[in-house]
């Protein structure tokens, strides 16, 4: 692109951008018009390497073309299927493949299309499951402080981050949430899992909640194994072990969400299996698709089901619920593609091969100014900042913005950038997210003045020519 030939945005006025601050993004639109492997091609031309696997969830990297051409050809072949009282035989075949990926014994599978509604679906189905082995007085939901569940009733019910609850009402009865694992104070800068404390903060479940509400009035427990949105926080050793034993002990569902965590972000094919804790429910989306089709699943073990088909009454319909998008022909084809692509290469492994190299890259952060703690596991990192005063999160937007302009895409919530790289990434590239990202924090620090003020940041002079033509 020449600077004489300004890019042409589109009309931003329609789209109401979803987590975005949608005014401050019009002033300083980041664009991208196509992906290949590890990289995007921002609107104006430039690379920029995806340090998030998008949203965390394309973990095979950008423009798979075993998936296009297996959602192009099931696009031509069967578009749709009704999903109610009827299906097709892709949908089977794509919970057979998801079911073979998932831990031994949680092997029947709810199709959804995202992650909300895999947790909205997963706390749908532990109250029904109650209920239907005459349990109904067991309808109690907990959840953590600073979960994320995504952004749907239930999901922020049991989440623990209250800027997405606050401006939403009342939210559901009979809920609770545990405490939140991170300890900065003792923990920072940890190289993993941290080694102390788990089973004291997992107790803390039995001896503070359990016992405020009454054990047998709480139908589930739901954790993310590993917190991403709230910032990566990693649970000290034991904890999700201790957790188990606790709801097996008080006949409480054990929820496992892994949105995030699923498809080999820990160098494991699911959380449970890094941590050797199997849940009850296992709750997915994103990679399950390699995020290109909207896709989500809820894998249950076989005993929920079984209650279902047992206990309700002859030719009923067992689950109330579903969606008209469950378990769509193109999802399935994407589902299966992906899977095929995370069997051939062996995704997983290749995260647990890499992930060593990518800890001390992340932990080369370590004394930059602003820098208050490191966290990573797998291929995740967090990097948490100082708060400015009165500019809670500034530090990190700013961050984020300058590492876009030197390309890098990397996420950021609160005042932490998270780090969460496509499983194909390469050693070069792991170098190049967090020496870019050390350059950023440093300038954005220097400069003193990290406002919201995104002119602070509009140096780069194609994006001052995408800035003039708006
Ligand atoms: N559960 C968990 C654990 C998640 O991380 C959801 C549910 C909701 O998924 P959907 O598909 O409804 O968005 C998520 C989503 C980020 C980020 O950068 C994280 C998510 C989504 C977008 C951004 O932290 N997590």
């Known amino acids: 692109m020449s600077q004489s030939s300004p890019i042409k945005l589109p009309n931003m006025s329609n789209y109401w951008m979803p987590f975005t601050a949608n005014r401050q993004f019009r002033s300083m639109p980041r664009l991208f018009k196509a ?3 590890n990289y995007f091609t921002s609107i104006d031309d430039r690379q920029i390497l995806d340090g998030t696997a998008g949203l965390w969830c394309v973990p095979a990297g950008h423009g798979r073309t075993e998936i296009a051409t297996a959602v192009g ?26 079911a073979a990926y998932m831990p031994e014994g949680l092997d029947r599978i709810f199709f959804t299309n995202s992650g909300s509604e895999s947790a909205d679906t997963a706390l749908k189905i532990a109250l029904a499951y109650h209920r239907v082995c005459g349990n109904p007085l067991r309808n109690k939901l907990i959840g953590r402080e600073r979960g994320y569940h995504g952004v749907n009733f239930g ?46 903060l997992a107790n803390e479940f039995e001896q503070r909640i359990l016992t405020l509400h009454d ?65 009850d429910i296992i ?43 469950s378990a769509i022909p193109i999802a ?21 091969g890499l992930s060593a190299y990518f800890e001390q890259a992340a932990h080369s952060l370590k004394g930059l100014p602003m820098v208050k703690d490191i966290r990573n596991i797998g291929l995740v990192a967090g990097i948490e900042f100082e708060v400015i ?39 070069h590239e792991i170098d190049r997210i967090f020496n870019t990202l050390a350059d950023a924090i440093k300038s954005v620090a220097a400069a003193g003045e990290v406002g919201l003020d995104a002119s602070n940041y509009l140096k780069n002079e194609q994006v001052w020519a995408m800035q003039q033509s708006l």
């Open 73 to 98: 050809n099931q696009l031509l072949t069967l578009d749709y299927a009704p999903a109610f009282q009827s299906s097709h035989p892709l949908a089977f075949e794509a919970a057979e493949r998801v």
């Open 215 to 279: 054990p047998s009035t709480i139908a589930a427990l739901i954790v993310e194994p590993m917190q991403g949105s709230a910032g990566v926080v990693v649970p000290p050793a034991g904890y999700l072990k201790r957790l188990r034993e606790i709801c097996t002990q008080y006949g409480i569902l054990l929820i496992f969400d892994e949105v995030i965590t699923g498809f080999g972000r820990l160098g494991t094919k699911f959380g449970a299996d890094y941590f050797d804790v199997i849940p």
């Open 155 to 200: 999901g922020i019910a049991v989440g623990g981050i209250a800027g997405n609850r606050k401006a939403f009402g009342n939210g559901l009865a009979g809920v609770d949430h545990i405490r939140n694992p991170l300890d900065i104070a003792k923990n920072a800068f940890t190289k993993g899992v941290p080694a102390d404390g788990g089973v004291a």
């Open 35 to 37: 992906a290949k492997g």
């Open 283 to 325: 709750t997915c989306a994103k990679g399950l698709t390699n995020g290109v089709v909207p896709m989500g699943a809820v894998a249950v073990k076989r005993e929920i089901y079984d209650a279902f088909m047992e206990k309700s009454p002859a030719g009923a319909i067992e689950l109330p619920h579903g969606y008209t998008y």
């Open 332 to 352: 399935c084809a994407a589902a299966i593609a992906t899977l095929n692509i995370f069997a051939a290469e062996r995704l997983e492994d290749r995260a647990a």
């Open 389 to 427: 005063a009165g500019k809670a999160g500034a530090m990190a937007f700013a961050t984020y913005l300058k590492c876009f302009e030197m390309g890098i895409h990397v996420r950021f919530t609160g005042d932490i950038i998270a780090i969460s790289p496509p499983l194909t990434i390469e050693k």
